[in-house]
């Protein structure tokens, strides 16, 4: 009897002990709170939108040769990729018309100048193909023109995003194609250097970058 007591004692003691005994839980190791932030910070800049810029506004051209004048008036809206602080692509579609009607869709190439206190000064080189239209009592004329268009353009940055701008330019146009049509008879006479033009562009509008 004492011996199954003694058994029964210390069956009971060593129970006790195991119960008391904190359990061994293993813990993963937290993740460094810099490295998380570094990871969401990294979600939220890859957009594909990011670096994306597009602008919409009034844009004009005054085109002199001889006794021949254009005074060109109409809209631009165009888009800029940086592909850095410095560089960045641009591609634009204007439409202008005086006497004769103009559509042009250029690309190229943008440099950042300056940018500092909100104010930034870019240039842009590109390469575009416009056409030209006129009529007048029933005739007609068809213009195809090889574009070299490059600019300067001034801008304020209201916020990040938004901002405000306005651009001076030079553009030489050079004739790829030209049909003249009078009294219903169509002339088809090719390129002609002799219809290669040149004169001063401008522009103002609205910036937004994503």
Do not use: H
């Amino acid at each position: 009897m004492k011996k199954l007591l003694a058994i029964g004692t210390l069956s009971l003691i060593s129970s006790l002990a195991l119960a008391n005994k904190p359990l061994v839980v293993q813990y993963g190791e937290p993740e460094p709170m810099a490295e998380q932030q570094a990871q969401n910070d990294y979600v939220q800049t890859s957009s594909p939108l990011n670096n994306i810029s597009l602008n919409a506004g009034y844009v004009g051209g005054m085109i002199d040769k001889d006794d021949f004048k254009l005074r060109l008036k109409g809209f631009e809206l165009g888009g800029t990729y940086s592909l850095n602080e410095k560089f960045g692509i641009f591609a634009k579609y204007e439409q202008q018309k005086d006497d004769l009607k103009l559509k042009e869709f250029s690309a190229g190439a943008v440099y950042n100048f300056y940018e500092r206190n909100n104010v930034y000064i870019t240039g842009s080189a590109g390469l575009g193909y416009s056409w030209v239209d006129g009529k007048d009592d029933g005739d007609k004329v068809e213009l195809e023109y090889l574009t070299l268009p490059i600019g300067l353009e001034l801008g304020y940055k209201f916020t990040p995003s938004v901002a405000v701008y306005g651009g001076l330019g030079y553009k030489w146009m050079y004739n790829q194609d030209s049909e003249v049509c009078f009294g219903g008879v169509c002339y088809d006479a090719g390129n002609l250097s002799e219809l290669d033009v040149n004169g001063t562009t401008y522009r103002a509008g609205f910036r937004y970058t994503f």
